[in-house]
């Protein structure tokens, strides 16, 4: 059972997990065996998603402003979420708040034709204000970009830092709402801490940014005590040859030290990892390229080096983007150390050696970071990924884990519970505590005493597709994205923990959206746990009965 222990502390509700679901038994008691009949975890990581930005409405929808649909209606006993209903969309604490000036603005419906948007500002501090002690009615001055040179696509209407308070619906994420109609999804996930991408990608992979080591002294590196601190923000890992400025190396294991000492194999698959390849616009090495959203104005690079998973730690680093030296090498030792390129994936897929546990992250085109890509240029990453699964040997014990890295700072209404505080004050808005005022996030004393990480922060998507996922159901466990190691330690590695400080001591795990009671043959025209073919482009189902 979960125990939860509430408190009232200056508004906000202090929670502490006081007790956690025991790890599942392992059949024949040893490390060789999963715990549940899941044999191989997908993990696709994206990019810079509040949970109310694509989830407001669900499961209703609106035609887009040219009259076409792309989601129609929902299955019929579909369950609500906590989404934006009422007084929320029509007198909403952001449109009544004085401090957020003339951006002051209800939320409001992105068309389809509206997908290409600018980013908004997903700092550590930003995030914090934007929170205005769990009112949640700061985000306009907060975390509102404004109408910037990466802002020029014809959308704005005049919202200028309004814009942070819009939401797509199903009609545009069509994909995202198509596979929570036929498979599980959490509203209530969280991003462990707050603050932007390399956080996120740390507390995937570790539960952790700390000891965080700089080249440099930073703001962004919070000090905790003598010695290393912890990261709060964006900095490229030390070693590696695409990174630039003053980078930072993560000490303390992450879970591909744990894996790979119990003999499971997994990797980490890097969308413009592979520094060999020359794109079809003549770009190569670390300057690789593609078409990006007409927000961005022209190419992005592929390779973003402060996403790079496991490249912060120097026991799972490939600074070089040392090629494996064969396909057979991938999940195992070798040159290549467990770092692939996202085309590798697909490779093994093929070839009949996928991972047990597979970290997926896009090229930055297709990652769905509002600026340089969009939620349909992502949607044609995840269906094209997600129906390559399908069609895969691997599909009838698989799981695919869809979440992401941070919120972008857009606008989601519902406060986090404050699990783990923090009392950091830099001189810097955007890297100190802000929560319940200048260098104060909760109350209470951090887990293993490290401040700067606190958490957790704004709500985010979480969707499990799966043949042994529950069908249209929607989840409201707390989870966060340690709650994806904590599974991984479950079913895998016999419930050992990260340690260190680690949050994967405090989570949740994803179990609760799965069902194992009956066989699942992972053939079917898409209903319930079989298998969903969609449309890269359109988000629409493409079986043959739909």
């Known amino acids: 059972m979960h125990v ?326 991938i999940g195992n030792a070798g040159p290549a150390n467990h770092q692939y390129d996202i085309n590798d994936f697909y490779v093994v897929l093929k070839t009949g050696n996928l991972p047990a546990v597979s970290f997926l992250k896009a090229i930055a085109a297709q990652d769905g970071h509002a600026g340089y890509s969009d939620p349909l240029m992502e949607q044609a990453f995840l269906v094209n990924t997600i129906n390559s699964v399908m069609k895969s040997r691997y599909w009838q014990d698989t799981a695919i884990v869809i979440l992401y890295d941070d919120s972008d700072g857009w606008y989601d209404h519902q406060m986090s519970p404050i699990i783990n505080p923090s009392a950091v004050n830099t001189g810097v808005v955007n890297d100190s505590d802000q929560l319940n005022g200048p260098g104060v996030c909760g109350h209470g004393t951090p887990l293993a005493g490290i401040e700067g990480r606190c958490g957790y922060g704004p709500r985010q998507p979480l969707l499990v597709i799966s043949p042994f996922a529950k069908s249209n159901f929607v989840d409201h466990t707390l989870t966060d994205q340690s709650s994806i190691i904590r599974f991984v330690e479950d079913n895998w590695l016999k419930g050992e923990r990260i340690g260190h400080g680690s949050f994967d001591v405090l989570a949740n795990s994803i179990t609760q959206m799965l069902d194992f009671s009956s066989a699942r043959d992972g053939e079917g025209d898409g209903d319930g746990n079989q298998v969903l073919f969609l449309d890269p482009s359109s988000g629409k189902p493409i079986n043959q009965n739909h």
Not at 236 to 265: E, F, K, M, R, Y
Not at 285 to 307: E, F, V
């Open 4 to 329: 939860y222990v509430k408190k009232a502390v200056a508004g906000l509700a202090v929670v502490a997990l006081t007790l956690l679901p025991a790890a599942p038994a392992f059949a024949d008691g040893g490390r060789g065996q999963t715990a549940t009949p899941i044999k191989h975890l997908v993990v696709i990581f994206q990019e810079n998603v509040s949970f109310d930005h694509y989830f407001a409405t669900y499961p209703n929808a609106q035609p887009n402003l040219d009259q076409s649909v792309f989601f129609s209606r929902a299955k019929s006993g579909t369950p609500t979420v906590n989404g934006l209903t009422g007084p929320l969309l029509t007198n909403n604490p952001n449109a009544n708040n004085t401090g957020n000036g003339a951006n002051a603005i209800n939320p409001f419906r992105l068309d389809r034709s509206q997908a290409s948007t600018c980013d908004q500002g997903h700092n550590y501090g930003p995030e914090q204000l934007a929170f205005d002690g769990g009112l949640m009615d700061l985000f306009p001055a907060s975390t509102g970009a404004g109408e910037g040179p990466f802002c020029a696509a014809p959308f704005a209407y005049g919202k200028d830092k309004g814009l942070v308070m819009g939401y797509f619906d199903g009609n545009t994420v069509t994909a995202m709402w198509n596979y929570a109609q036929h498979f599980a999804m959490n509203d209530n996930s969280y991003g462990t801490n707050f603050g932007p991408s390399t956080p996120g990608v740390l507390n995937l992979v570790s539960g952790s940014t700390f000891p965080a080591t700089p080249s440099a002294p930073h703001a962004k590196i919070v000090p905790n005590n003598a010695g290393p601190g912890t990261l709060v923000g964006d900095l490229d890992p030390t070693g590696d040859v695409c990174s630039a400025g003053t980078t930072v190396q993560l000490g303390g294991p992450n879970i591909g030290d744990l894996l790979t000492a119990a003999g499971v194999s997994w990797g980490s698959f890097m969308g413009g990892f592979d520094l060999t390849i020359t794109n079809s616009n003549g770009t190569t090495g670390c300057k690789r390229s593609s078409p990006a959203t007409p927000a961005n104005g022209g190419p992005t690079a592929d390779y973003i080096a402060h996403h790079s998973f496991f490249n912060y730690f120097a026991s799972t680093s490939n600074s070089m983007h040392t090629r494996p030296a064969s396909d057979s090498e």
